[in-house]
């Protein structure tokens, strides 16, 4: 019968193994927008986005190691986490060729509004969040939750702030009416100085004609 710790242990493995393959599509994915003109944006906070997704399996496989037993709510955590994932994907799905980890942006291309681009702004980011929290908790590992959910938020502060300001203006208004990270939240602000930030003294932007996505 495999232990618990085992069983975990694999799971780790197993978003480890999904990283990878996500790493392989965003190389190609990159190399073939590049080769059609795409420009990069915010390359500066990349290394630290790495380093801090490698950084957490880490901690998760030794965080188990070390606590001799999962809590009793466990498997819920270890569903949350699957969940994420499965809503990752719909979100590369839905891009396509045009996800990478990098934020690469292809001049004239319309913004991509389906899949769970239907009900938010950045359903990966979401997915991300969860499973940052979710993962360690299945090993009641709160710490690590704790930690890595508060150095995640400080990363995508700056990875929104440099994919909203270079997806431009019409994404901005497809957008405009959906929430950043949850279906149905007030309306997020975009970042400060966009075109209609009204901060910015700008006029919002004339809306958007029904049926235009």
């Given at each position: 019968?495999?232990?618990?710790?085992?069983?975990?242990?694999?799971?780790?493995?197993?978003?480890?193994?999904?990283?990878?393959?996500?790493?392989?599509?965003?190389?190609?994915?990159?190399?073939?927008?590049?080769?059609?003109?795409?420009?990069?944006?915010?390359?500066?906070?990349?290394?630290?986005?790495?380093?801090?997704?490698?950084?957490?399996?880490?901690?998760?496989?030794?965080?188990?190691?070390?606590?001799?037993?999962?809590?009793?709510?466990?498997?819920?955590?270890?569903?949350?986490?699957?969940?994420?994932?499965a809503l990752r994907w719909w979100a590369i799905a839905a891009l396509g060729e045009r996800w990478t980890t990098r934020v690469l942006?292809?001049?004239?291309?319309?913004?991509?509004?389906?899949?769970?681009?239907?009900?938010?702004?950045?359903?990966?980011?979401l997915a991300v969040a969860v499973e940052l929290a979710a993962l360690p908790l299945a090993w009641g590992l709160a710490g690590v939750?704790?930690?890595?959910?508060?150095?995640?938020?400080?990363?995508?502060?700056?990875?929104?702030r440099a994919e909203e300001r270079a997806l431009g203006p019409v994404w901005r208004r497809a957008f405009e009416a959906r929430g950043?990270?949850?279906?149905?939240?007030?309306?997020?602000?975009?970042?400060?100085?966009?075109?209609?930030?009204?901060?910015?003294?700008?006029?919002?932007?004339?809306?958007?004609?029904?049926?235009?996505?």
């Amino acid at each position: 019968m495999v232990s618990p710790r085992a069983a975990y242990l694999a799971l780790v493995a197993l978003f480890a193994a999904e990283r990878a393959v996500e790493l392989a599509l965003s190389r190609r994915h990159a190399r073939a927008l590049r080769a059609r003109g795409a420009v990069e944006h915010g390359a500066g906070h990349y290394p630290a986005m790495v380093l801090l997704h490698g950084a957490f399996l880490a901690a998760c496989a030794a965080g188990a190691l070390l606590r001799p037993a999962p809590p009793r709510w466990a498997l819920l955590a270890a569903a949350a986490a699957l969940a994420a994932q499965a809503l990752r994907w719909w979100a590369i799905a839905a891009l396509g060729e045009r996800w990478t980890t990098r934020v690469l942006v292809l001049p004239g291309a319309p913004p991509v509004t389906g899949g769970p681009y239907r009900f938010v702004r950045h359903p990966n980011y979401l997915a991300v969040a969860v499973e940052l929290a979710a993962l360690p908790l299945a090993w009641g590992l709160a710490g690590v939750a704790l930690l890595f959910s508060v150095a995640n938020a400080a990363v995508l502060a700056a990875r929104v702030r440099a994919e909203e300001r270079a997806l431009g203006p019409v994404w901005r208004r497809a957008f405009e009416a959906r929430g950043r990270f949850l279906p149905g939240s007030p309306r997020a602000r975009f970042i400060p100085g966009a075109p209609h930030d009204r901060r910015a003294g700008a006029r919002p932007p004339p809306p958007m004609p029904r049926g235009t996505p």
